[in-house]
């Protein structure tokens, strides 16, 4: 089991720019699936990015692609999430969530993840 903490959210205006990170706890297996995920009021938790970290191949939700990007220091044990030129509709509770890698991709299928941070709160005024 991984623990995850997050931290770095906060209120920002439209347009602007906001990094989450991620604290990991020790890793007990060699390859996992690392995610951001956002759950806003009244709707469903989403995927927004995954990272694989056997090779740091990336995937990313539409809503967010050219915006967004995910990456990791291993050394440092932490998951990062870059959000830029961030709009309102992004407002939501960022959580990250990691499972152990057995497909070739990982995925941003939420049944997939059962380890989970507490989640931070980004908010965008427009």
């Known amino acids: 089991q991984v623990q995850l903490v997050e931290s770095g959210g906060g209120s920002v205006q439209a347009g602007g720019s906001l990094s989450l990170s991620c604290a990991v706890s020790?890793?007990?297996?060699?390859?996992?699936?690392m995610g951001w995920f956002r759950q806003a009021p009244g709707k469903e938790r989403e995927g927004v990015a995954t990272i694989d970290t056997g090779d740091d191949t990336t995937t990313y939700a539409d809503s967010v692609k050219g915006r967004f990007t995910i990456s990791r220091d291993h050394a440092k044990g932490t998951l990062y999430l870059q959000m830029n030129s961030l709009k309102a509709e992004d407002t939501a509770m960022y959580y990250c969530?990691?499972?152990?890698?057995?497909?070739?991709?990982?995925?941003?299928?939420?049944?997939?993840?059962?380890?989970w941070g507490q989640g931070t709160q980004v908010t965008v005024s427009s």
């Open positions: 020790e890793y007990t297996i060699s390859r996992y699936c």
């Open positions: 969530a990691a499972y152990p890698a057995i497909a070739r991709f990982c995925s941003l299928h939420r049944g997939l993840y059962y380890d």
